[in-house]
């Protein structure tokens, strides 16, 4: 009977949504909006009999089998604070041994947009957090999941310089990464493989298994789910939705080679759907271990990490690589982004961060105005943010305010996948919020910024110029096309407001492009103008927000007319790259 190994896991980071919305009511009220008032993710959407947490351990408890788990700090916070006893279930779970710790980044900072310091120290603050707050002991071999399984060459040496022995690691397989095999031993879809670097440093990568972690939304729609558009239950059928899966695994296992690795990974919340996901997943291997097709062995990843670092295995070499895209395509502000497996997909080759590239100008300017402005750069211990929950920024010391700001800027979330207004607003308030403090702060605050600044600021407003005149376009549209629909809810007067809306943006814009232009050609950009710039971007953006109000009958209709214009173009982000030849993009 051939062997197949299982690793079983989960990355779970999604209600972070809740920690925007209090910084968005307590930085003050020259930039508090309450629009949005938020509901707790787990309040929400689970009673206190059954979060997902309680799902996860009874399917381990059930099948006898190890899970693991990765999850920001933010989301262990939050269960700690709405589900309690959930809580203190799931440090049960890992203290029995049911579910195994993967360290991911504490504030789910994407991989682009880091340091090399800054990944450690999202890492260290996730680590404090296991151990002091949930008392948890380390395993005997430490991995990392990286938010988005993204994860940069260069960064294996900071890797193995602080005890990190394995990562989870998108399959290179599957996605047409480029990279460069040093030594073929072993299959590399089906088997673990070793990543180095020119100088020698070395992890252990475990390949997920593209077909049974993003394919379950093939069985979640076979079962009658609409994962694309509503995400609502229609009549459901969870027999349908397990067959198809099972069948799914059942082809893995025939082409993965005896004892070959079949690694789940995948959004632990599956976007509002877990409730049928989990079951799935659950029900589906139950039943492939009764029909004991194969001598399937689930292993925790450092028990399995252990057995497979005396192997000889594959190595290769990469430059970067992330899972996304998926296989659904995706609809973002410049343009239709193809799935993974179209014959566009060639795109991902050359720019495999491209959902997270325009966060690197913010990056650079925020570097750049604490190495400018202050003395030392801001650090946040670990130890300091596992003890006190960041809810009312301004009453935490003001260096601890720019470090939180500065990681908060580069959330995966705020840059990647569908770069929604909401979360573009609270990119500006950071700034905005940043570049406060560093005027308060900074041995010279009324200095203008130097030729390098002015660069980057230069560069930012092209960006501003090529990201905003998209979202006003397409949000127009929208309005137009589903006030124009026979069967539409949006009457007249709702349009005009909205129309007013899109207008009061764009005249916004257009006053944040002026201040940025007159200050670079008198060569003179102070803070104060970068601070005021930040706040008008922020109140452009809360226009666009209230125009796709979650609350009016009609957001789907403008969601869709949006999508439909984005449709037919193709990504025109690369080309304007090309265009700008910036050194901070």
Request: net charge negative; proline share 6%.
């Amino acid at each position: 009977m051939k062997t197949i190994h299982v690793l079983l896991g989960f990355h779970s980071h999604e209600p972070f949504w809740e920690l925007e919305h209090h910084f968005m009511n307590n930085v003050g009220a020259d930039v508090s909006y309450d629009y949005y008032p938020v509901t707790n993710y787990f309040l929400k959407n689970f009673p206190e009999s059954g979060p997902l947490h309680d799902y996860l351990l009874n399917m381990a408890y059930d099948l006898n089998i190890p899970v693991w788990l990765d999850a920001s700090n933010e989301m262990y916070e939050q269960l700690a604070t709405y589900r309690p006893q959930a809580y203190t279930r799931l440090i049960e779970g890992f203290q029995s041994g049911f579910v195994h710790s993967v360290l991911t980044h504490a504030h789910h900072v994407h991989t682009s947009l880091a340091t090399p310091f800054e990944h450690i120290q999202e890492i260290e603050s996730n680590q404090t957090f296991l151990e002091n707050r949930m008392h948890l002991s380390r395993p005997h071999h430490e991995g990392v999941f990286s938010p988005e399984a993204s994860y940069r060459n260069d960064m294996l040496k900071t890797y193995r310089e602080n005890g990190i022995d394995y990562v989870i690691f998108p399959n290179v397989e599957s996605r047409g990464t480029p990279y460069t095999v040093r030594e073929h031993v072993t299959d590399l879809e089906y088997f673990p493989y070793w990543i180095t670097d020119e100088d020698g440093n070395y992890v252990l990568a475990l390949p997920v298994n593209t077909n049974i972690s993003e394919k379950i939304w093939q069985a979640l729609e076979t079962g009658g789910l609409d994962v694309i558009q509503t995400q609502s239950e229609h009549a459901y059928d969870h027999q349908a939705a397990i067959d198809h899966y099972k069948n799914l695994i059942y082809e893995e296992c025939a082409q993965a080679p005896d004892g070959g690795l079949l690694l789940y990974a995948s959004d632990f919340e599956f976007m509002g759907l877990a409730h049928a996901a989990l079951p799935l997943i659950h029900e589906t291997w139950r039943q492939i271990y009764e029909e004991n097709r194969y001598d399937i062995r689930m292993w925790d990843p450092s028990s399995y990490v252990e057995t497979m670092s005396q192997e000889h295995l594959s190595t290769i070499s990469f430059d970067r690589v992330s899972w996304g895209p998926a296989h659904s395509p995706v609809f973002r502000f410049d343009g239709f982004y193809p799935s993974i497996d179209s014959p566009e997909a060639t795109i991902y080759q050359s720019y495999p961060f491209i959902f997270w590239r325009t966060g690197t100008i913010f990056t650079h300017l925020v570097k750049y105005l604490y190495e400018y402005f202050l003395e030392s750069p801001p650090y946040l211990k670990p130890e300091r943010h596992t003890a006190l929950p960041p809810r009312r920024f301004r009453e935490l010391p003001s260096e601890e305010q720019l470090a939180l700001h500065n990681l908060l800027l580069k959330r995966a979330c705020n840059w990647g996948w569908i770069v929604t207004e909401d979360r573009g607003r609270w990119i500006y308030v950071h700034l905005y919020e940043i570049t406060r403090l560093v005027e308060e702060h900074a041995s010279s605050p009324h200095a203008s910024l130097d030729a390098r600044g002015q660069e980057i600021v230069d560069s930012w407003r092209e960006l501003l110029r090529f990201d905003l005149s998209r979202r006003l376009e397409h949000t127009h549209h929208a309005v137009e096309q589903t006030y124009l629909d026979t069967d539409t809810s949006l009457d007249s007067a709702h349009a005009m407001h909205l129309f007013s809306l899109i207008q009061e943006a764009r005249a916004l814009a257009y006053e944040a492009f002026d201040i940025l232009s007159s200050h670079l050609d008198a060569d003179n950009v102070p803070l104060s103008s970068l601070q005021q710039v930040s706040l008008t971007l922020s109140q452009l953006l809360d226009k666009l927000t209230r125009v796709y109000d979650v609350n009016q009958p009609y957001v789907e209709r403008l969601a869709a007319h949006k999508n439909g214009h984005i449709y037919f173009e193709k990504p025109q982000l690369p080309d304007f790259l090309q265009r700008l030849d910036s050194p901070y993009l």
